[in-house]
């Protein structure tokens, strides 16, 4: 079955600490996205990439990482100079980054808690 | 800048009800407009969407009607089930913001259907 995996589903992680979250899809898209979603609250875009080897900072990108060194895995690291990291994190595809006909699957998601 | 309004919730509603989400939106040019929604502990499904005006958008008995000169996107259900218990998120993408195309999201509106 094609789709996105996410893991792990809960993490738990200590003030001061790194963490990477996992993103894969096996449904050959170019580009992937990274959301992080708050209570009451809508999606609000992190990291987006387009193509392998390339990514550009969405709105909230201050205190996170990524790469993308293969098309189907696109990790995300929450660095300890993000300052409220508690929040759930959704990835996402789609076939191109022409989102205004593209539909985006998104994955089962992560969440995070801090300590 | 782009941006999406929708109702604050929750809504709770007897099964069989009558459902509708109010959603209206701001944009630049001549956005697509889509409905996501999100079941519990999961990531987001694409619902419905609409890419031009009077576009209606329909799936698993869900409708919504692209309204240019009112600006609005309202998600309308005939007949509510116990599982449409959900979060529904009203977004828009829009192409005249050039280059990648974000999507914008509503805040969600928490939806709660009883027996």
């Known amino acids: 079955d094609g789709g996105i995996t996410q893991s792990p589903k809960y993490l738990f992680r200590k003030e001061g600490q790194n963490v990477t979250l996992s993103c894969e899809q096996n449904?050959?898209?170019?580009?992937m996205y990274w959301y992080r979603q708050d209570p009451g609250q809508g999606l609000r875009l992190i990291y987006y990439?387009?193509?392998?080897?390339?990514?550009q900072k969405g709105d909230i990108a201050e205190g996170y990482s990524v790469s993308r060194e293969k098309k189907e895995s696109f990790p995300l690291t929450v660095t300890s100079a993000q300052k409220n990291p508690t929040a759930f994190y959704l990835c996402?595809?789609?076939?191109?980054?022409?989102?205004?006909?593209?539909?985006?699957?998104f994955g089962p998601g992560t969440r995070l808690t801090v300590l | 800048g782009n941006s999406v309004t929708q109702m604050e919730g929750p809504v709770t509603l007897s099964e069989e009800a009558f459902l509708t989400i109010n959603c209206t939106y701001t944009a630049t040019g001549y956005p697509s407009l889509f409905w996501y929604v999100q079941y519990p502990g999961e990531g987001l499904q694409l619902l419905l969407k609409a890419t031009k005006a009077d576009d209606k958008g329909s799936n698993k008995g869900f409708e919504a009607t692209y309204r240019k000169e009112t600006t609005s996107f309202h998600l309308e259900k005939g007949s509510v089930q116990v599982s449409d218990s959900a979060v529904y998120f009203c977004a828009l993408s829009d192409p005249a913001s050039g280059g990648y195309q974000k999507v914008t999201f509503g805040t969600g509106t928490k939806l709660q259907v009883i027996p």
């Open positions: 990439s387009q193509i392998v080897n390339d990514f």
């Open positions: 996402a595809s789609s076939i191109s980054g022409q989102l205004s006909t593209d539909t985006q699957y």
């Open positions: 449904l050959n898209h170019d580009a």
